[in-house]
């Protein structure tokens, strides 16, 4: 079933009528607001992408990066990474656990037990990560977009040239 998905996306951004440079800024400002923002990603991705000229819907639906399957694994080590950077190493079953428990038990305890260090280590690991994703994310995508119109293209051309010739 989510290959299924990943299918419908990766067709919806092939058929994008935007540039490929569009349709590759849209997935930079999904996957960057997907590590950025824990809840309502979205939410930052489609005003994000207006602003850099990207499509939109690449945006939104790029932030599907970080879902409920993903998200008990890449928030960990995103503050494990922000940890290290901001010169204060947490243990990553530590922060594992710290995380989940927030998440099942959403509340003002739980948030507090995270902690301001371990928010600011989140923060700096998302920024780290999402700057890392958006630019493999853009590159990636703007690549693989202009190849799959090329072949369109070329396709259509020869269908055309086909029908030329029987006709």
Excluded at 31 to 42: C, D, E, K, Q, W
Excluded at 81 to 91: A, E, K, M, N, R
Excluded at 136 to 147: A, E, P, S
């Amino acid at each position: 079933m989510a290959s299924g998905k990943s299918l419908k996306f990766f067709l919806r951004m092939m058929r994008h009528r935007g540039t490929p440079e569009s349709v590759g800024r849209g997935v930079a400002v999904g996957l960057f607001s997907a590590f950025i923002v824990p809840v309502g990603h979205m939410l930052l991705a489609f005003p994000l992408a207006i602003l850099a000229r990207g499509a939109r819907a690449s945006a939104v639906l790029s932030t599907w990066i970080i879902n409920p399957l993903t998200l008990s694994v890449v928030y960990p080590i995103q503050c494990y990474l922000g940890s290290f950077i901001i010169g204060d190493p947490l243990s990553y079953a530590l922060i594992k656990q710290r995380v989940m428990d927030f998440f099942n038990n959403l509340s003002w305890e739980t948030a507090w037990v995270l902690g301001r260090e371990l928010i600011v280590a989140f923060f700096v690991g998302g920024a780290v990560l999402g700057i890392g994703a958006a630019i493999i994310g853009y590159f990636c995508t703007v690549t693989v977009v202009r190849r799959h119109r090329t072949q369109l293209a070329e396709r259509k051309k020869n269908r055309t040239n086909l029908c030329r010739m029987e006709g």
